[in-house]
């Protein structure tokens, strides 16, 4: 039987939730102001305005479908990924902000 000691592994004691990495701050990875503006200002917005948008943009797809507005009901109905695209982006801006 092989015992636990602190000398194999200095670190096996310590809980994995104390550990923050440190952001990297490098000159290549840096954003550029308009990006970062960008960022800032989606920031501002709730999270589930674009889930609502995207509910919101499938509810008139169906509409103008059933209504015979085929090219429109298909026009808006590819709305939807592009939205929840978007609510991904402005929920990770928010999770680890502007770099």
């Not at 809980?15 to 200002?41: A, C, F, K």
């Amino acid at each position: 039987m092989h015992e636990h000691t602190a000398a194999a592994n200095p670190a096996s004691d310590k809980s994995l939730g104390e550990y923050v990495p440190s952001p990297v701050r490098r000159d290549e990875l840096s954003e550029d102001v308009l990006t970062r503006v960008i960022e800032q200002q989606s920031a501002k917005l709730p999270s589930h305005f674009f889930l609502f948008s995207a509910v919101g943009a499938m509810a008139a797809s169906l509409a103008l479908e059933l209504s015979g507005r085929t090219r429109a009901g298909r026009f808006i109905g590819m709305w939807p990924p592009a939205l929840l695209t978007m609510g991904i982006y402005n929920k990770l801006v928010k999770l680890l902000g502007s770099r």
